[in-house]
């Protein structure tokens, strides 16, 4: 790579953490990213965790990155994160020198990213699906058209900027030392207006998310109702893994959005897509047409997903789905 | 008390016309594939109309897009919005994201409002960021991932419910605010007869930058920040196996396919 180690600068990452105060999985993903890229650029990864209680989040991630800069904010929790969140690094981000700033690209991370790009008046590239170091900075591969072009972009010349990492799209990996975690105290302003939680409600999740799953069992339209679904969690059930569904099977109320594949849903990267009932119309095939193995089970011939799936069973779900599980079974 | 609300809709190439590509600048080539709102934006925009019907008020489309962007203006306000505001000029073809949220909020700034609101990405730029940032500049409070937006026009707050990894938060801001929509605030409606008739004669004003009082050297294309460099195809997928029989057949196909690629 000509002349890839010539960062004028540190790569960091802004992570996220869940509920339970853990690391989430996509900082993880964006962590190790961000350690590949500085090895390559010759320059230093760094991370920052900015959470009521940063301590778990900030020595899980200092097992990705040389360092970790973990702020305590009290209004990290009680109120919208990414606003907190983003002026708390932001402050920290102005008086250290980015060579680029990372974030995942789920909500947490968009709403992070969008908000700093305002506040250091920084340009972003969005929902990169892989990123490499070249002349001097992040070369950003980004799948555009439905999945039917990849381009690749970059900062011009002397800027530096943000950008956001598609989940699923990098294997987690720790390094083989232990980053240095120091505590800051919380600095700069909270200028922004800052938005109340003024209510948490907990709704019954999927067992396994979709996002997180090696293998996913999706229904559509043909599953026909929220009764047809049990077989589909069957399936999964068997397989190991998570449940997922169209818009229609959503609109239709037989499942929850949050397991929704597709444009307006998640993108999914399992290494097994086994379809039952779905079509595989343009803007659900954008969610889900990169999984390793994409099998589909319809009695059209000609649905669109004989156009991408790697094997077609043209019949009947419910039978088919029903022999599955037995022959599934005797192998197992 | 009635609601103003501004709803951010940009025109984007029409997804399921799979008719998208990339001019010899590297820029999207427009003429290639029919227009159509962006679908997340036909969400917050059916949502803003169930706003103003249950409150009373007016909805604006706002877009900064080339001048076809008026034709795709009309099906939003087919469907109920009252008038459109659409910035456009020359200077602005080949603007980066940084650009399209200046833009957008120095539009906002000459625009009064109870409510703004955008959608959760784009189809064709899947970005998900100029909410938020415009949010910043406007100082405005900030709601995300929206499924559900339930003003108090008196109270002069709104509450939105945003979704979370384990179910709902439930948030509070004084308006004015930004809200960014999801899918599940509802199916768009279809525009009526009447509407699209009705959509012929509304208001639709055109700004210029210089009308924004903004500078190509700041904003637009020369002031892009960011570059395409390449371009690529993805990895072809190999060809489809189709298999009719039994469903035994079916069944065992599939699992001979999962052993041999170790997935069972
Ligand atoms: C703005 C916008 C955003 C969208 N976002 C998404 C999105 O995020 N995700 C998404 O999924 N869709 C999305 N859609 C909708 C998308 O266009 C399709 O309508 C949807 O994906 C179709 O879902 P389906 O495959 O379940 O249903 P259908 O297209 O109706 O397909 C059902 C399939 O099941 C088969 N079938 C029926 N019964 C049986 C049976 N007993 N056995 C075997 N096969 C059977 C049929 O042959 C058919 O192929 C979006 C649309 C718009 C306009
Ligand atoms: N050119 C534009 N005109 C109007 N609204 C836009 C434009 N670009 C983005 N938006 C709004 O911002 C949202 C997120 O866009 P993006 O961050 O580009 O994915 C969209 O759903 C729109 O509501």
């Known amino acids: ?332 | 008390m009635p609601l103003r609300i501004v709803v951010l809709t940009k025109p984007v190439p029409d997804p399921a016309a799979a008719a998208e590509r990339l001019g010899a600048d590297g820029r999207l080539d427009r003429a290639a594939s029919p227009a159509v709102i962006n679908g997340n934006d036909e969400y917050t925009l059916e949502a803003s109309l169930k706003l103003v019907e249950a409150h009373g008020g007016e909805v604006t489309l706002l877009s900064m897009a080339p001048p076809s962007g008026l034709e795709t203006m009309r099906k939003g306000l087919a469907m109920g919005a009252h008038r459109g505001v659409l910035v456009t000029d020359p200077a602005l073809a080949g603007s980066d994201q940084g650009s399209t949220i200046q833009v957008l909020a120095a539009a906002l700034r000459g625009l009064e409002y109870d409510l703004v609101l955008a959608g959760f990405d784009t189809s064709d730029g899947v970005g998900g960021v100029v909410g938020a940032a415009i949010a910043s500049l406007l100082k405005l409070p900030y709601l995300s991932s929206a499924a559900k937006i339930e003003p108090d026009p008196d109270a002069g707050t709104v509450r939105v419910r945003r979704i979370s990894p384990t179910g709902f938060d439930l948030l509070e801001a004084p308006m004015p605010a930004l809200i960014v929509g999801t899918q599940l605030l509802g199916e768009p409606r279809y525009p009526s007869l009447k509407g699209i008739m009705a959509a012929r004669s509304k208001e639709v004003v055109t700004k210029s930058l210089a009308d924004l009082e903004l500078d190509a050297k700041v904003v637009g294309g020369a002031a892009s920040r960011s570059k395409v460099t390449g371009t690529t195809k993805p990895p072809a997928r190999g060809a489809t196996t189709v298999v009719r029989g039994t469903p035994e057949e079916g069944a065992k196909a599939i699992a001979d396919l999962l052993a041999s690629r170790r997935l069972i």
């Open chain 1, 1 to 332: 790579m000509a002349g890839a180690k010539d960062a004028k600068g540190t790569i960091w990452v802004v992570a996220e953490t869940n509920a339970d105060g853990s690391l989430a999985k996509s900082s993880t993903e964006v962590a190790t990213l961000a350690r590949t890229l500085a090895e390559a650029a010759g320059a230093s990864a760094a991370g920052i965790v900015i959470a009521a209680d940063p301590k778990a989040a900030a020595a899980e991630l200092a097992g990705y990155v040389a360092r970790v800069v973990a702020v305590a904010e009290p209004k990290a929790a009680g109120y919208a994160w990414a606003q907190v969140a983003a002026q708390r690094a932001a402050a920290i981000l102005a008086s250290e020198s980015p060579a680029v700033i990372l974030t995942g690209a789920g909500p947490d991370g968009r709403d992070v990213a969008g908000t700093l790009s305002a506040l250091l008046e920084r340009p972003v590239l969005v929902n990169a699906t892989a990123v490499a170091w070249k002349d001097g900075g992040p070369s950003v591969e980004m799948s555009v058209f439905g999945g039917k072009l990849i381009t690749t972009s970059a900062f011009v010349d002397g800027e530096w900027g943000i950008v956001t990492v598609r989940p699923n799209v990098v294997t987690a990996e720790e390094a083989g030392s232990k980053g240095k975690v120091e505590t800051q105290a919380p600095a700069g302003d909270l200028d922004l207006p800052l938005v109340k939680v003024v209510d948490q409600i907990t709704e019954a999740a999927a067992a396994l998310p979709i996002e997180e799953a090696r293998v996913i069992v999706a229904g559509g339209r043909g599953v026909g109702g929220p009764d047809g679904f049990a077989l589909v969690r069957e399936i999964a059930a068997v397989l190991g893994g998570a449940v997922g569904a169209t818009r229609a099977a959503v609109d239709s109320g037989w499942i929850p959005y949050n397991q929704q594949i597709g444009q307006t849903g998640k993108i999914v990267k399992p290494q097994l897509y086994l379809a039952l009932g779905i079509s595989g119309a343009i803007q659900h095939k954008v969610g889900m047409q990169t999984a390793g193995t994409i099998i589909g089970i319809n009695r059209d011939p000609d649905a669109p997903i004989a156009e991408f799936a790697d094997l077609v069973v043209v019949g009947d779900l419910f039978e088919v789905g029903k022999a599955l599980l037995a022959e599934l079974k005797s192998r197992a």
